[in-house]
Every structure is written in structure tokens, then in C-alpha cells.
């Protein structure tokens, strides 16, 4: 018998999952949850959608697992920005994170966690409802830093954390806007820097 080394016909060739989640990724990012269609994913990711589904479920939960990564990946700024030792310092490398983020060669313009469900419709609501809590999620992180540093005497005492960490989700999601509509990384730093040269805001 002849040994070719090939795999039997008709079984599955493998595929790197990580590779194939980044693609998935890349794909919503750049189109949205609604504008990827399975096709674009699967076609990205090199794999049939019978396989998708086996290794990643449907497209509701390949989409919750690239935003994960996301999270893990290009927006590991934020969790890096939380450690910083103060409130400015954090929010500097918040706006200048998200400003590197949504200019970054290579990837699409723009956010993820923004962009992904900014037009969807009913197909898209599950998407659109796991992005609002995934930011709700990021400004509680952001008030809950910046009431440590109310507490440590970092900010003032009159300061509301709730208020500040809205501002600087503000900032962060309109500089992802202005990052997909083709504003420079330079122009956007500006726009950063601007709105910390009051810190905290009045």
C-alpha cells in the first residue's frame, strides 16, 4: 500500500483557530456585524461555515469572540491605561491608546467596539446590545479609577468620576468616528491632547 502523507478524502482540513478568529475580526471591524456576511467571514477565515460553526458557534457568538479579542488585542490599551499611577496619566493613554488604535496601518480605521453596531437593524440587535454593554462596561472601569483616585486625593473631592469617565468615553468614540471618516493619526492627537489640556475638566 502506498503512503502519500495526504489526508483521507472527505475529511476536514485543519486550520489555525487563532488565525481564523483574527480574520473574523478584521472582517468586522472593517464592515460591522451586519455588513460581514458569512461568506465574507468564512471566505477571510479560510474555512467552510459548516466548520465555522463547529469550532466558533454561530455568527452572534464568532462575533462576541472577536470582540473579545479585540479587547485582548488592539484595545489592550485600556487595561494598560487603568494601571497607571494617576488619573491623568490614565486618561492621557486612554485618548492616545484609542487614538493609535483606530489609526493603526494595517487594520481597518476606526472602532470595533463603535463602529460595530452603529446601523443595525433587528438582524442586529443581539450585536448591537453586546456593544453597548461592552462599552457601558469600559466607562464603569474608567469611574471606578477615577473614584480610587478621588479617594487617594489624586483628584479633588468634588470631583464626579461618573462624569469624568463619560467625557473620556466621549472623546474616545468620536475620535473613532473621526479615524473611520479618515482623520490622521497626527489630527486626532491633536484633538487628544486638547481635551486633556483642562484635566480634570471643569
Known amino acids: 500500500?502506498?503512503?502519500?502523507?495526504?489526508?483521507?478524502?472527505?475529511?476536514?482540513?485543519?486550520?489555525?483557530?487563532?488565525?481564523?478568529?483574527?480574520?473574523a475580526m478584521t472582517v468586522f471591524?472593517?464592515?460591522g456585524y451586519e455588513g460581514a456576511s458569512l461568506t465574507d467571514l468564512t471566505g477571510a477565515m479560510g474555512i467552510t461555515r459548516k466548520s465555522m460553526y463547529a469550532a466558533?458557534?454561530?455568527?452572534e457568538?464568532?462575533?462576541r469572540k472577536a470582540l473579545d479579542r479585540?479587547?485582548?488585542?488592539?484595545?489592550?490599551?485600556a487595561d494598560r491605561a487603568m494601571e497607571l499611577p494617576s488619573a491623568r496619566e490614565v486618561a492621557t493613554a486612554f485618548l492616545t491608546g484609542s487614538v493609535r488604535a483606530t489609526t493603526r496601518p494595517g487594520c481597518p480605521a476606526g472602532c470595533l467596539g463603535v463602529q460595530g453596531?452603529?446601523?443595525?437593524?433587528?438582524?442586529?440587535?443581539?450585536?448591537?446590545?453586546?456593544?453597548?454593554?461592552?462599552?457601558?462596561?469600559?466607562?464603569?472601569r474608567l469611574r471606578d479609577r477615577f473614584q480610587r483616585a478621588v479617594d487617594e486625593g489624586d483628584l479633588p473631592p468634588d470631583t464626579d468620576p461618573e462624569l469624568l469617565a463619560r467625557y473620556l468615553m466621549t472623546v474616545a468614540n468620536?475620535?473613532?468616528?473621526?479615524?473611520?471618516?479618515?482623520a490622521?493619526?497626527?489630527?486626532?492627537?491633536?484633538?487628544a491632547d486638547a481635551a486633556l489640556r483642562n484635566w480634570p475638566p471643569a
Request: hydrophobic share 40%; no cysteine; net charge negative.
Open 1 to 23: 500500500m502506498e503512503i502519500t502523507g495526504k489526508a483521507p478524502i472527505g475529511r476536514p482540513r485543519g486550520f489555525d483557530a487563532d488565525e481564523a478568529l483574527e480574520r
Open 29 to 31: 471591524w472593517a464592515q
Open 56 to 59: 466558533f458557534g454561530n455568527k
Open 61 to 63: 457568538e464568532l462575533f
Open 70 to 77: 479585540y479587547t485582548e488585542g488592539p484595545a489592550a490599551y
Open 117 to 140: 453596531s452603529l446601523a443595525a437593524g433587528d438582524s442586529g440587535r443581539a450585536a448591537q446590545d453586546t456593544l453597548t454593554a461592552w462599552r457601558d462596561e469600559g466607562r464603569a
Open 174 to 182: 468620536g475620535i473613532a468616528v473621526q479615524a473611520a471618516g479618515g
Open 184 to 191: 490622521t493619526r497626527p489630527e486626532l492627537q491633536q484633538v
